[in-house]
């Protein structure tokens, strides 16, 4: 039934509301790689791209690290993920190879801490 909601929010020209809760359902159900799949498949021509940046960097910049994409994480985070404290970005990089494992990300209240279990921020 989640996988079937998910599926039903699946974004191609997303609001910010519907892609945050699509990635949401991929953490829930252990498969971020979904998340990434769309950020290659999508992220680079969305129309409002600015709108939905800071929860891609949430959400999605710590899969691009863990899945040791440079590139695409320099181009998510720009410079900030060179000033990166390094004790942060290992810790980023160990949340993200679980998540991309398919081992689901822990829900805090109202799905508020999924997105940011990874950084140790709140969203």
């Known amino acids: 039934m989640i996988a079937q909601m998910r599926d039903e929010l699946a974004p191609s020209a997303p609001s910010l509301a519907d892609l ?25 021509s969305l129309a409002n791209k600015h709108e939905v940046s800071g929860l891609v960097e949430k959400a999605i910049g710590p899969l691009l690290i863990g899945a040791h994409r440079w590139r695409d ?12 404290p390094l004790r942060e970005l290992v810790t980023t990089w160990k949340a993200a190879r ?7 990300t822990k829900v ?3 799905g508020r801490e999924i997105l940011s279990s990874d950084v140790g921020r709140p969203v």
């Not at 990635?23 to 498949?41: K, T």
């Not at 994480?73 to 990166?84: C, E």
């Not at 679980?98 to 689901?104: A, F, K, S, V």
Request: charged residues 30%.
């Open 73 to 84: 994480a320099r181009t998510v985070y720009g410079k900030q993920l060179w000033r990166m």
């Open 20 to 44: 945050r809760d699509w990635l949401l359902l991929n953490d829930i159900l252990g498969e971020a790689r979904r998340s990434l799949q769309w950020f290659d498949d999508c992220y680079g």
């Open 108 to 110: 805090g209240p109202a």
């Open 98 to 104: 679980r998540r991309l494992r398919g081992h689901p």
